[in-house]
């Protein structure tokens, strides 16, 4: 099949190019066309694809692991032509995005259910939608004041020790404007519940707040290093700087648990206070962990993740960095996850209460979805693949047998 067919492509020729796709009887060419297609294609001519997908699936036999796979072929396609078209890090909110990860999301229970069903039809709204979290954040400045910086439109926040603190498309950022006649003053960026935020800091070094999260930083860095405190939930795009190193103190349930110094790199820390450890996971570069005299140091390599306990014992484990980071780019990522931990984050997220029944399955689930369904929603897609829950008194998710 030859690529330039997509410009002008019919149902019959992409009917047919999927069902080469799925059976990996493809080429680059067509595959490199075929992402070209998606980022320039519509909504509507998108959901046709994933409808059409589906109908070739339902056609195969029943192979659920084979089926998974051949469906990420298709998200995977979709995300790398959303990022050539515009690059999107911190959220994904474009309507065929959360339709495109609903369609693929898998969870592993007792059984294997496969959301298939429905994809041609729109879903139901509640009326009264309990919505998912979103971009939003409290500046705390040195002098104790707070800007809730959830309404404020693009521009100059504040002035602090030369430092202009200006607001752009969701994002902080700070520019030294003038010589600091003083001392630097430390700021605070915190995320309440159902809110996430990015910053970029005076080094240039770039923080996501996932929710609950918070990062202390001075309005610009002076002397041999370069220290940040965090909490919660952060990934971090470290600027490089061999001279002056980069420090972040991890605090989890208001105490220090361990600290990780970098050079330049990109790495997620979770610290969670509700979470079973202080985990940090490495994406690139190097990074070295310490929790304490008695630890030590341990350097960590790409793909791995320390686990920092209660008692400040350190132990690595090769980490799936996609799952990890999974929430920067938009989606929760279940893999490996039980009801409770599965509930923590759509306590955070959505700002409800949870409970999981004591007779609920205790199984390790797998699978993504976008973060921006409404509550009603993903309430339809755990329970359609398997995940029994309700959601009583408007104000807390049950899950149950």
Same mark, same amino acid.
């Given at each position: 099949?030859?690529?330039?067919?997509? =410009?002008?492509?019919?149902?019959?020729?992409?009917?047919? !190019? *999927?069902?080469?796709?799925?059976?990996?009887?493809?080429?680059?060419?067509?595959?490199?066309?075929?992402? =070209?297609?998606?980022?320039?294609?519509?909504?509507?001519?998108?959901?046709?694809?994933?409808?059409?997908?589906?109908?070739?699936? #339902?056609?195969?036999?029943?192979?659920?692991?084979?089926?998974?796979?051949? &469906?990420?072929? +298709?998200?995977?396609?979709?995300?790398?032509?959303?990022?050539?078209?515009?690059?999107? @890090?911190?959220?994904?909110?474009?309507?065929?995005?959360?339709?495109?990860?609903?369609?693929? *999301?898998?969870? !592993?229970?007792?059984?294997?259910?496969?959301?298939?069903?429905?994809?041609?039809?729109?879903?139901?709204?509640?009326?009264?939608?309990? *919505?998912?979290?979103?971009?939003?954040?409290?500046?705390?400045?040195?002098?104790?004041?707070?800007?809730?910086?959830?309404?404020? %439109?693009?521009? /100059?926040?504040?002035?602090?020790?030369?430092?202009? +603190?200006?607001?752009?498309?969701?994002?902080?950022?700070?520019?030294?404007?003038?010589?600091?006649?003083?001392?630097?003053?430390?700021?605070?960026?915190?995320? @309440?519940? %159902? $809110?996430?935020?990015?910053?970029?800091?005076?080094?240039?070094?770039?923080?996501?707040?996932?929710?609950?999260?918070?990062?202390?930083?001075?309005?610009?860095?002076?002397?041999?290093?370069?220290?940040?405190?965090?909490?919660?939930?952060?990934?971090?795009?470290?600027?490089?700087?061999?001279?002056?190193? !980069?420090?972040?103190?991890?605090?989890?349930?208001?105490?220090?648990?361990?600290?990780?110094?970098?050079?330049?790199?990109?790495?997620? +820390?979770?610290?969670? @206070?509700?979470?079973?450890?202080?985990?940090?996971?490495?994406? =690139?570069?190097?990074?070295?962990?310490?929790?304490?005299?008695?630890?030590?140091?341990?350097?960590?390599?790409?793909?791995?993740?320390?686990?920092?306990?209660? #008692?400040?014992? &350190?132990?690595?484990?090769?980490?799936?960095?996609?799952?990890?980071?999974?929430?920067?780019? %938009?989606?929760?990522?279940?893999? #490996?996850?039980?009801?409770?931990?599965?509930? $923590?984050?759509?306590? $955070?997220?959505?700002? /409800?209460?949870?409970?999981?029944?004591?007779?609920?399955?205790?199984?390790?689930?797998?699978?993504?979805?976008?973060?921006?369904?409404?509550?009603?929603?993903?309430?339809?897609?755990?329970? =359609?693949?398997?995940?029994?829950? $309700?959601?009583?008194?408007?104000?807390?998710?049950?899950?149950?047998?």
């Amino acid at each position: 099949m030859s690529g330039d067919i997509f =410009q002008a492509m019919t149902k019959e020729q992409l009917h047919s !190019f *999927l069902k080469d796709y799925s059976a990996g009887k493809y080429s680059q060419q067509d595959y490199t066309a075929f992402r =070209q297609w998606l980022a320039a294609a519509g909504p509507e001519e998108q959901l046709e694809v994933l409808d059409k997908y589906g109908e070739l699936l #339902n056609g195969m036999p029943d192979t659920p692991s084979m089926d998974f796979r051949r &469906i990420a072929m +298709i998200e995977n396609a979709l995300n790398e032509a959303e990022q050539e078209k515009e690059e999107q @890090p911190t959220r994904i909110v474009s309507y065929r995005r959360w339709w495109a990860a609903a369609a693929i *999301l898998v969870l !592993f229970g007792a059984g294997t259910a496969l959301l298939m069903n429905r994809l041609s039809k729109p879903p139901m709204v509640a009326q009264a939608p309990i *919505l998912p979290g979103r971009d939003g954040a409290v500046l705390t400045l040195g002098d104790g004041s707070q800007i809730v910086l959830d309404s404020l %439109g693009n521009g /100059i926040v504040a002035t602090q020790s030369g430092a202009s +603190i200006v607001l752009n498309s969701g994002r902080l950022g700070y520019d030294q404007t003038a010589n600091a006649q003083d001392g630097p003053q430390y700021n605070t960026l915190s995320t @309440p519940v %159902g $809110r996430q935020f990015k910053v970029t800091l005076p080094d240039g070094t770039t923080v996501w707040l996932n929710a609950q999260s918070s990062v202390k930083f001075p309005t610009y860095f002076s002397g041999d290093d370069r220290t940040v405190i965090v909490s919660g939930e952060v990934y971090m795009d470290v600027a490089q700087d061999a001279k002056h190193p !980069f420090k972040v103190n991890i605090l989890r349930a208001d105490k220090s648990i361990g600290t990780v110094e970098v050079l330049g790199t990109h790495f997620n +820390i979770n610290a969670y @206070p509700d979470e079973s450890a202080c985990k940090v996971t490495l994406v =690139q570069g190097a990074v070295m962990v310490s929790a304490g005299a008695a630890a030590g140091k341990t350097l960590l390599k790409p793909d791995q993740q320390a686990a920092i306990s209660e #008692n400040q014992h &350190i132990s690595v484990q090769h980490a799936n960095t996609e799952s990890v980071t999974a929430w920067k780019n %938009g989606y929760f990522d279940f893999e #490996n996850n039980d009801l409770t931990m599965l509930a $923590r984050q759509l306590t $955070r997220w959505y700002g /409800i209460d949870t409970k999981v029944m004591e007779n609920a399955p205790e199984t390790e689930f797998g699978g993504k979805i976008s973060r921006n369904l409404v509550l009603q929603e993903m309430i339809k897609v755990l329970n =359609q693949a398997g995940v029994h829950c $309700r959601l009583e008194n408007d104000k807390k998710l049950v899950f149950i047998p």
